[in-house]
């Protein structure tokens, strides 16, 4: 599985790619910009929710 930073360059480079909105494939490159982001958040959301697993269910319930 690719890490964040791994997935930032890609990001980066998907970016510099579907700039160009007349191209024919611009469709293509705007779908794999979008599953690039869905990856990355979906590892961002994964560590926070393991963060927050691990402090006290007291506190959890404080902070929301």
Not at 20 to 45: E, F
């Amino acid at each position: 599985m690719a890490t964040l930073e791994q997935l930032k360059t890609h990001i980066d480079k998907a970016k510099e790619q579907a700039k160009d909105k007349n191209g024919a494939d611009y469709r293509d490159k705007h779908k794999k910009l979008k599953r690039l982001q869905r990856k990355s958040s979906k590892i961002i959301a994964t560590a926070n929710r393991l963060e927050e697993s691990k402090k006290p269910k007291k506190e959890r319930k404080a902070a929301s």
